[in-house]
Protein backbone atom coordinates (compact mmCIF):
# COMPACT_ATOMS: atom_id res chain seq x y z
CA UNK A 1 0.00 0.00 0.00
CA UNK A 2 1.38 3.58 -0.59
CA UNK A 3 2.85 5.41 2.14
CA UNK A 4 2.60 8.58 1.54
CA UNK A 5 0.88 10.34 4.68
CA UNK A 6 -2.54 11.44 4.46
CA UNK A 7 -2.29 13.41 7.92
CA UNK A 8 0.32 14.71 10.20
CA UNK A 9 -0.08 14.33 13.80
CA UNK A 10 0.70 17.19 16.34
CA UNK A 11 3.78 15.02 17.44
CA UNK A 12 5.01 14.86 13.80
CA UNK A 13 4.15 10.83 13.11
CA UNK A 14 2.65 10.10 9.48
CA UNK A 15 -0.68 8.86 9.17
CA UNK A 16 -0.78 6.66 6.30
CA UNK A 17 -3.31 4.60 4.24
CA UNK A 18 -1.79 1.45 6.30
CA UNK A 19 -1.94 2.58 8.88
CA UNK A 20 -5.49 3.77 8.84
CA UNK A 21 -6.49 0.15 7.26
CA UNK A 22 -4.95 -1.17 10.26
CA UNK A 23 -6.04 0.49 12.75
CA UNK A 24 -10.46 -0.28 11.24
CA UNK A 25 -9.18 -3.65 11.06
CA UNK A 26 -8.05 -3.66 14.76
CA UNK A 27 -11.28 -1.97 15.44
CA UNK A 28 -13.46 -4.61 14.19
CA UNK A 29 -14.89 -2.40 11.13
CA UNK A 30 -14.60 -5.26 8.35
CA UNK A 31 -16.70 -7.65 10.82
CA UNK A 32 -19.81 -6.47 9.48
CA UNK A 33 -21.95 -6.81 6.29
CA UNK A 34 -23.03 -3.01 6.68
CA UNK A 35 -20.62 -0.53 7.78
CA UNK A 36 -22.21 2.60 9.02
CA UNK A 37 -19.84 5.77 9.42
CA UNK A 38 -19.66 8.62 10.93
CA UNK A 39 -16.72 10.93 10.46
CA UNK A 40 -14.77 13.62 11.42
CA UNK A 41 -10.86 13.50 10.02
CA UNK A 42 -9.46 14.95 13.00
CA UNK A 43 -6.27 12.68 12.62
CA UNK A 44 -3.83 14.94 12.23
CA UNK A 45 -2.85 17.88 9.70
CA UNK A 46 -4.05 17.12 6.38
CA UNK A 47 -0.89 16.29 3.61
CA UNK A 48 -0.44 19.77 2.25
CA UNK A 49 1.27 18.21 -1.23
CA UNK A 50 -2.22 16.17 -1.58
CA UNK A 51 -6.00 18.10 -3.14
CA UNK A 52 -8.94 17.52 -0.78
CA UNK A 53 -10.61 15.82 -3.80
CA UNK A 54 -7.23 13.53 -3.61
CA UNK A 55 -7.08 13.26 -0.05
CA UNK A 56 -10.89 12.15 0.17
CA UNK A 57 -10.44 9.21 -2.92
CA UNK A 58 -7.95 7.65 -0.76
CA UNK A 59 -9.76 7.99 2.31
CA UNK A 60 -12.95 6.09 0.23
CA UNK A 61 -10.08 3.38 -1.13
CA UNK A 62 -9.19 2.73 2.54
CA UNK A 63 -12.57 2.26 3.62
CA UNK A 64 -13.15 0.27 0.39
CA UNK A 65 -9.84 -2.53 1.10
CA UNK A 66 -11.84 -3.11 4.16
CA UNK A 67 -14.35 -5.34 2.10
CA UNK A 68 -17.19 -4.64 3.82
CA UNK A 69 -20.43 -5.44 1.49
CA UNK A 70 -22.03 -2.05 1.94
CA UNK A 71 -20.76 0.97 3.15
CA UNK A 72 -23.18 4.00 4.57
CA UNK A 73 -22.94 7.73 5.33
CA UNK A 74 -25.15 9.85 7.16
CA UNK A 75 -25.56 12.58 4.64
CA UNK A 76 -28.06 14.95 6.86
CA UNK A 77 -29.74 18.21 5.64
CA UNK A 78 -32.71 19.16 8.25
CA UNK A 79 -33.79 21.16 4.93
CA UNK A 80 -37.50 20.86 6.04
CA UNK A 81 -36.90 21.86 9.32
CA UNK A 82 -34.80 24.95 8.29
CA UNK A 83 -37.45 25.66 5.28
CA UNK A 84 -35.09 24.83 2.56
CA UNK A 85 -35.98 22.92 -0.29
CA UNK A 86 -34.19 19.25 -0.72
CA UNK A 87 -33.41 18.36 -3.97
CA UNK A 88 -31.70 14.65 -3.28
CA UNK A 89 -29.40 14.70 -6.20
CA UNK A 90 -28.12 17.72 -5.34
CA UNK A 91 -28.69 19.75 -1.69
CA UNK A 92 -25.24 19.23 0.26
CA UNK A 93 -24.88 17.12 2.95
CA UNK A 94 -24.28 18.47 6.13
CA UNK A 95 -21.81 16.24 8.09
CA UNK A 96 -18.37 16.91 6.68
CA UNK A 97 -15.81 16.41 3.91
CA UNK A 98 -15.83 12.74 3.66
CA UNK A 99 -19.20 12.02 4.23
CA UNK A 100 -20.25 14.85 1.28
CA UNK A 101 -17.56 13.28 -1.07
CA UNK A 102 -19.46 10.01 -0.68
CA UNK A 103 -22.73 11.22 -1.97
CA UNK A 104 -21.28 12.30 -5.15
CA UNK A 105 -19.79 9.42 -6.23
CA UNK A 106 -21.54 7.29 -8.98
CA UNK A 107 -22.37 4.38 -7.52
CA UNK A 108 -23.42 6.02 -4.35
CA UNK A 109 -27.60 5.66 -3.15
CA UNK A 110 -29.22 8.00 -1.39
CA UNK A 111 -32.09 7.93 0.71
CA UNK A 112 -35.16 10.76 -0.55
CA UNK A 113 -35.17 11.74 3.36
CA UNK A 114 -35.63 15.58 3.56
CA UNK A 115 -34.39 15.55 6.99
CA UNK A 116 -31.95 12.99 7.86
CA UNK A 117 -31.11 11.61 4.39
CA UNK A 118 -27.87 8.81 3.88
CA UNK A 119 -26.14 7.26 1.15
CA UNK A 120 -25.80 3.32 0.71
CA UNK A 121 -22.73 2.15 -1.38
CA UNK A 122 -22.37 -1.64 -2.07
CA UNK A 123 -24.91 -4.45 -2.42
CA UNK A 124 -27.71 -3.78 0.37
CA UNK A 125 -29.56 -0.85 -0.57
CA UNK A 126 -32.39 -1.90 1.50
CA UNK A 127 -31.26 0.96 4.30
CA UNK A 128 -31.96 3.43 1.59
CA UNK A 129 -34.59 2.32 -0.54
CA UNK A 130 -38.79 2.22 0.29
CA UNK A 131 -38.08 4.12 3.41
CA UNK A 132 -40.90 5.88 5.66
CA UNK A 133 -41.34 9.06 6.70
CA UNK A 134 -40.17 9.11 10.27
CA UNK A 135 -37.08 9.69 10.15
CA UNK A 136 -35.98 8.21 13.26
CA UNK A 137 -39.51 5.80 13.33
CA UNK A 138 -40.85 2.92 11.70
CA UNK A 139 -39.59 2.94 8.39
CA UNK A 140 -36.51 4.88 8.81
CA UNK A 141 -32.75 3.88 7.58
CA UNK A 142 -32.39 2.94 11.11
CA UNK A 143 -35.68 1.21 11.70
CA UNK A 144 -34.23 -1.58 8.64
CA UNK A 145 -30.63 -1.38 10.28
CA UNK A 146 -31.93 -2.51 13.52
CA UNK A 147 -33.88 -5.07 11.58
CA UNK A 148 -31.02 -6.01 9.27
CA UNK A 149 -28.70 -8.48 10.87
CA UNK A 150 -24.29 -7.61 10.82
CA UNK A 151 -24.58 -4.08 10.90
CA UNK A 152 -21.90 -1.96 12.89
CA UNK A 153 -21.32 1.65 13.19
CA UNK A 154 -18.26 3.15 12.56
CA UNK A 155 -16.62 6.74 13.86
CA UNK A 156 -13.74 7.68 11.83
CA UNK A 157 -11.87 9.83 13.43
CA UNK A 158 -15.14 11.34 15.67
CA UNK A 159 -15.98 10.40 19.11
CA UNK A 160 -19.08 8.53 19.76
CA UNK A 161 -20.34 10.08 22.35
CA UNK A 162 -20.78 13.54 19.86
CA UNK A 163 -22.60 11.73 17.04
CA UNK A 164 -24.01 8.52 17.75
CA UNK A 165 -27.42 9.72 15.87
CA UNK A 166 -28.71 6.25 16.37
CA UNK A 167 -29.59 6.71 20.40
CA UNK A 168 -31.96 9.14 18.86
CA UNK A 169 -33.70 5.97 17.27
CA UNK A 170 -34.20 4.26 20.45
CA UNK A 171 -35.19 7.49 22.17
CA UNK A 172 -38.04 7.20 19.68
CA UNK A 173 -38.53 3.62 20.13
CA UNK A 174 -39.43 3.71 23.76
CA UNK A 175 -40.95 7.30 24.04
CA UNK A 176 -38.80 9.17 25.79
CA UNK A 177 -41.22 12.09 27.31
CA UNK A 178 -38.80 15.08 26.98
CA UNK A 179 -39.32 14.78 23.00
CA UNK A 180 -42.35 15.03 20.65
CA UNK A 181 -42.96 13.87 17.19
CA UNK A 182 -43.53 17.34 14.80
CA UNK A 183 -44.32 17.17 11.35
CA UNK A 184 -42.03 19.16 8.95
CA UNK A 185 -43.36 20.06 5.16
CA UNK A 186 -41.78 21.08 2.00
CA UNK A 187 -40.29 20.64 -1.40
CA UNK A 188 -38.85 17.52 -2.34
CA UNK A 189 -37.19 17.10 -5.50
CA UNK A 190 -36.10 14.03 -7.43
CA UNK A 191 -34.83 13.00 -10.35
CA UNK A 192 -35.70 17.07 -11.39
CA UNK A 193 -39.54 16.12 -10.31
CA UNK A 194 -40.62 18.27 -7.44
CA UNK A 195 -43.32 17.50 -5.12
CA UNK A 196 -44.77 18.24 -1.55
CA UNK A 197 -43.53 16.33 0.89
CA UNK A 198 -44.19 15.21 4.87
CA UNK A 199 -41.87 14.02 7.14
CA UNK A 200 -41.83 13.71 11.02
CA UNK A 201 -39.15 13.93 13.64
CA UNK A 202 -38.98 13.03 16.88
CA UNK A 203 -37.55 16.49 18.37
CA UNK A 204 -36.86 17.69 21.81
CA UNK A 205 -38.90 20.27 23.69
CA UNK A 206 -37.87 23.58 23.76
CA UNK A 207 -35.04 24.49 26.29
CA UNK A 208 -34.20 20.95 26.57
CA UNK A 209 -30.63 20.94 25.87
CA UNK A 210 -28.58 17.11 25.14
CA UNK A 211 -25.71 16.58 27.17
CA UNK A 212 -22.45 17.36 26.33
CA UNK A 213 -20.50 14.33 28.41
CA UNK A 214 -19.22 10.89 27.60
CA UNK A 215 -21.06 9.21 30.10
CA UNK A 216 -22.89 6.53 27.01
CA UNK A 217 -19.15 6.27 25.45
CA UNK A 218 -18.04 5.32 28.78
CA UNK A 219 -20.59 3.14 29.51
CA UNK A 220 -20.41 1.12 26.13
CA UNK A 221 -16.40 1.10 26.61
CA UNK A 222 -16.67 -0.38 30.21
CA UNK A 223 -18.94 -3.10 29.41
CA UNK A 224 -16.59 -3.95 26.51
CA UNK A 225 -19.31 -3.35 23.83
CA UNK A 226 -17.29 -0.89 21.56
CA UNK A 227 -13.72 -0.97 20.44
CA UNK A 228 -11.84 2.29 19.99
CA UNK A 229 -8.16 2.63 19.35
CA UNK A 230 -6.05 5.91 19.09
CA UNK A 231 -5.03 6.97 15.78
CA UNK A 232 -2.90 10.39 15.40
CA UNK A 233 -4.64 12.98 17.48
CA UNK A 234 -8.20 10.99 16.41
CA UNK A 235 -10.02 7.88 17.15
CA UNK A 236 -11.32 5.13 15.48
CA UNK A 237 -14.25 3.39 17.39
CA UNK A 238 -16.73 0.88 16.36
CA UNK A 239 -19.89 -0.93 17.83
CA UNK A 240 -22.54 -3.47 16.87
CA UNK A 241 -25.99 -1.94 16.32
CA UNK A 242 -27.56 -4.57 18.63
CA UNK A 243 -24.50 -3.22 21.26
CA UNK A 244 -25.53 -0.24 20.60
CA UNK A 245 -29.15 -0.75 20.87
CA UNK A 246 -29.50 -2.80 24.25
CA UNK A 247 -27.11 -0.03 25.94
CA UNK A 248 -29.20 2.84 24.63
CA UNK A 249 -31.62 0.84 26.42
CA UNK A 250 -30.70 -0.21 29.58
CA UNK A 251 -28.77 3.59 30.29
CA UNK A 252 -32.16 5.07 29.21
CA UNK A 253 -34.22 2.76 31.95
CA UNK A 254 -31.81 3.33 34.65
CA UNK A 255 -31.69 6.95 33.99
CA UNK A 256 -33.90 8.79 31.33
CA UNK A 257 -32.17 11.98 31.71
CA UNK A 258 -28.58 10.64 30.82
CA UNK A 259 -28.70 11.74 27.10
CA UNK A 260 -30.02 15.37 28.28
CA UNK A 261 -27.62 18.29 30.13
CA UNK A 262 -30.29 18.79 32.62
CA UNK A 263 -33.11 16.79 33.76
CA UNK A 264 -35.63 17.18 32.18
CA UNK A 265 -39.21 19.15 34.02
CA UNK A 266 -42.42 16.72 32.96
CA UNK A 267 -44.09 20.58 32.92
CA UNK A 268 -42.45 21.56 30.03
CA UNK A 269 -44.57 20.88 26.99
CA UNK A 270 -43.17 23.53 25.12
CA UNK A 271 -43.36 22.59 21.20
CA UNK A 272 -41.88 26.17 19.81
CA UNK A 273 -39.69 25.01 16.89
CA UNK A 274 -37.75 28.21 15.56
CA UNK A 275 -35.30 27.22 11.90
CA UNK A 276 -32.10 27.86 13.40
CA UNK A 277 -29.51 25.94 10.39
CA UNK A 278 -30.33 22.90 12.32
CA UNK A 279 -27.34 20.00 11.83
CA UNK A 280 -28.28 17.97 14.55
CA UNK A 281 -31.67 15.85 16.09
Known amino acids: M ?64 LGVKTIMFPTFTFSFCNNEIFDRENTRSRMGALNEYARKLPQAVRSSDPLMSSVAIGSNLDPVKNIGTAS ?39 GMPYRYPRDFSGTLIENGQARTETFSLFVRYQGVEPTQTDYFEEYVLGKNLAQKIACGDGWITTIREEDGFSAAVDCLSANPDCLLAHPYNPSNKDTTFIPHSMVAL
Not at 28 to 57: Q, V
Not at 146 to 170: D, E, S
Open 2 to 65: DQTPLFISSNGKPITASILLSTLRSAKADECDILYIHSDLSFGAPNPGLKRSELLARLMDTIGQ
Open 136 to 174: IGFGSTFDILHNTPNVRFLFFGVRLYLCFTYTHYVEAQL
